[in-house]
């Protein structure tokens, strides 16, 4: 088992900068693959990036390419969201999420882990 708690989200202007963290507790952390996403309201849950276990592979969906980035410490048992040049578009909850598998995935539904979420809230 894996707790995973969200941190760092808020009300930021278009153009801001904001850093998401997650911490993990329970399992060995740095045995999983861990994943950004993100819901809108009336909309699907979306990927925004994933890292893998050593942190030196990384992937992103193309809406966030190029303004986030992922990073993990596995020593501190933390995951980030490093989230530049913000939009309002960005405005979502965010959650973080843990896969036990070996390979980087965007698929939701092959994570094992999830956060409660955090809301990060972009005015124009």
Do not use: H
Request: one cysteine or more.
């Amino acid at each position: 088992q894996v707790q995973l708690v969200e941190s760092g989200g808020g009300l930021v202007q278009a153009g801001d900068s904001l850093r998401l963290s997650c911490a993990a507790s329970g399992r060995i952390f740095s045995r999983y693959v861990m994943g950004w996403f993100r819901q809108a309201p009336g909309k699907e849950r979306e990927f925004v990036g994933t890292i893998n276990r050593s942190g030196d592979m990384t992937d992103y969906g193309n809406s966030v390419k190029g303004r986030f980035t992922i990073s993990r410490d596995n020593a501190k048992n933390t995951v980030y969201l490093q989230m530049n040049s913000l939009k309002p578009e960005d405005t979502a909850v965010y959650y973080c999420a843990a896969d036990a598998r070996y390979t980087l995935t965007r698929r939701p539904g092959e994570y094992d882990y999830w956060g409660q979420g955090t809301q990060v809230t972009v005015s124009s």
